[in-house]
């Protein structure tokens, strides 16, 4: 072969190697199961040229398990996290779209009734039969009266309100379950309040909540006629201020005339008497003698001499004790009316009114049990609050509590700001541990809740000591007024 070929064909045999180097990457890669195959000779020519989307599937063995929790080289267990969220809460792969609703629903309206009364309605949405546990909180100091077949009064121990009412239901698919529940009459113009819940078969994880206000008939006030206008405060005052300027000054005016009636004496003319037969004047004229003069001998006309002028009269002034008097009645009115205006202003003070000012973002709101409360972002509803028997000097309790995301965009929450307050004033952030495993193993407070939606969720506090929470702050950031419930 001449060397020139078998230069060109080592080159050529160079380039296909790198090639094929090139093209390895590339190929799709092959698990065990494929790669087994590959290896078993092939048992006929028409099975070999059957396409590889025609394999056998493989056996049931080697499907691929479900999550579970890993085992690490030290021989620690690893938690997987589940992957769904709550419902209403976001996802991370798409974190504006909410989660389906759940498979159950509870909707409830107060009774039109004289006495106190609910009617509770529980859904299933799903496709399956679902086994509940429906539980109705009653506010602290009222009594059941009646309830729906199947319905258990209880006083449970862990339960910091009044009687409980739980019901046991199999909800097929599609059906609608309707619960009464009726309470004692209460004293007239006081509002009960009563929320229900329907949970998993445990009585621990919530489906749904739902509550309710009863309002009591209030009886109409007979009509009491308003105040004449000048029976009004301050009409009276500037009336009385009125008078007491008039009698002043009437005061004034009389003391005054009275000093120049008895001050001015008759006017002295000087000139006596006239008895007749005096001189008179050339003329014919009599002369008159002045005061203090006598007639000329000639008979000449006599002028008499000017009178001294009389001393002149001081312009009287009004008496200091008059001005005093006058001062001190005007000065006691003006601080009466100052005294009225403040004593108003105070009395229209609400002392329950939690502050807002400073950096406190929104209003703060208090409520009981039940009662929806908003803020700056959430509207907070805390249906159930129970305590588990105390060991080793701490106990837990659990919050039942309905989230809703009253803004347009997603929302997340932070669990060291939930709150339980004890009876000293101290007071213990969420346990977060406790609460994801109360939630199914969920970090909650990881996952942002989508606009508009609404989650129904168990905060877990854990309490040193016998105590029972007083009450709860909720808030969904650091610079949020929040709101507080108070726990009976």
């Known amino acids: 072969m001449p060397a020139s070929r078998r230069h060109h064909r080592a080159l050529a045999v160079f380039v296909n190697c790198l090639g094929i180097l090139a093209a390895v990457p590339a190929l799709p890669s092959t698990g065990p199961a494929t790669r087994a195959t590959a290896a078993a000779p092939a048992a006929s020519p028409a099975t070999a040229a059957r396409p590889a989307a025609r394999e056998a599937p493989p056996a049931a063995g080697a499907r691929a398990a479900p999550a579970a929790p890993q085992v690490a080289a030290s021989g620690a267990v690893v938690p997987v996290t589940p992957t769904a969220p709550a419902p209403g809460m976001t996802t991370a792969g798409n974190p504006g779209v909410p989660r389906p609703a759940p498979q159950v629903t509870v909707?409830?309206?107060?009774?039109?009734?004289?006495?106190?009364?609910?009617?509770?309605?529980?859904?299933?949405?799903?496709?399956?039969?679902?086994?509940?546990?429906?539980?109705?909180?009653?506010?602290?100091?009222?009594?059941?009266?009646?309830?729906?077949?199947?319905?258990?009064t209880t006083r449970p121990g862990g339960a910091t309100g009044g009687e409980e009412v739980t019901w046991r239901l199999v909800v097929p698919?599609?059906?609608?379950?309707?619960?009464?529940?009726?309470?004692?009459?209460?004293?007239?113009?006081?509002?009960?309040?009563?929320?229900?819940?329907?949970?998993?078969?445990?009585?621990?994880?919530?489906?749904?909540?739902?509550?309710?206000?009863?309002?009591?008939?209030?009886t109409p006030e007979a009509a009491v006629?308003?105040?004449?206008?000048?029976?009004?405060?301050?009409?009276?005052?500037?009336?009385?201020?009125?008078?007491?300027?008039?009698?002043?000054?009437?005061?004034?005016?009389?003391?005054?005339?009275?000093?120049?009636?008895?001050?001015?004496?008759?006017?002295?003319?000087?000139?006596?008497?006239?008895?007749?037969?005096?001189?008179?004047?050339p003329g014919g004229g009599t002369v008159y003698p002045s005061a203090g003069t006598t007639a000329a001998p000639s008979g000449g006309t006599v002028y008499p001499r000017p009178?001294?002028?009389?001393?002149?009269?001081?312009?009287?002034?009004?008496?200091?004790?008059?001005?005093?008097?006058?001062?001190?009645?005007?000065?006691?009115?003006?601080?009466?009316?100052?005294?009225?205006?403040?004593?108003?202003?105070?009395?229209?003070?609400?002392?329950?009114?939690?502050?807002?000012?400073?950096?406190?973002?929104g209003t703060s709101?208090?409520?009981?049990?039940?009662?929806?409360?908003?803020?700056?972002?959430?509207?907070?509803?805390?249906?159930?609050?129970?305590?588990?028997?105390?060991?080793?000097?701490?106990?837990?309790?659990?919050?039942?509590?309905?989230v809703r995301n009253v803004t347009p965009e997603q929302q997340s929450w932070h669990g060291q700001l939930q709150r339980a307050y004890l009876p000293g004033g101290t007071w213990v952030s969420?346990?977060?541990?406790?609460?994801?495993?109360?939630?199914l193993g969920r970090d909650i407070f990881a996952q942002p809740v989508s606009a508009g939606s609404r989650v129904v969720l168990p905060l877990v506090f854990t309490v040193h000591g016998m105590q029972k929470p007083k009450q709860l702050e909720l808030r969904s950031g650091v610079f949020s007024a929040g709101v507080r419930v108070d726990v009976p």
């Open 225 to 281: 006629p308003a105040t004449p206008t000048w029976r009004q405060p301050p009409i009276l005052l500037g009336l009385a201020l009125v008078l007491l300027a008039l009698l002043a000054g009437g005061l004034w005016w009389w003391l005054r005339a009275r000093r120049r009636v008895s001050g001015v004496a008759p006017p002295a003319t000087g000139h006596p008497p006239y008895a007749g037969g005096g001189p008179t004047t």
């Open 430 to 439: 969420t346990d977060e541990d406790a609460t994801r495993l109360a939630n």
């Open 107 to 152: 909707a409830m309206a107060p009774a039109a009734t004289s006495v106190p009364g609910y009617r509770i309605m529980v859904r299933n949405t799903g496709s399956a039969t679902v086994q509940t546990m429906v539980r109705q909180e009653v506010p602290a100091g009222a009594s059941i009266t009646a309830v729906s077949a199947g319905g258990l």
């Open 307 to 361: 009178a001294a002028p009389g001393p002149v009269g001081r312009r009287r002034s009004p008496s200091v004790w008059l001005v005093v008097g006058v001062a001190a009645t005007v000065l006691a009115g003006v601080v009466l009316a100052a005294t009225w205006t403040a004593t108003r202003q105070v009395a229209a003070i609400d002392t329950t009114k939690q502050p807002t000012a400073g950096a406190w973002t």
């Open 365 to 402: 709101m208090t409520g009981a049990v039940g009662t929806p409360l908003r803020e700056k972002a959430f509207e907070f509803t805390v249906y159930r609050v129970a305590c588990g028997t105390a060991k080793a000097a701490s106990q837990q309790c659990q919050a039942t509590v309905g």
């Open 173 to 218: 698919a599609g059906a609608t379950r309707t619960l009464d529940t009726a309470l004692a009459a209460t004293a007239p113009g006081l509002d009960l309040t009563a929320p229900a819940c329907a949970y998993a078969s445990d009585g621990d994880q919530p489906y749904d909540c739902a509550t309710a206000t009863w309002h009591s008939a209030v």
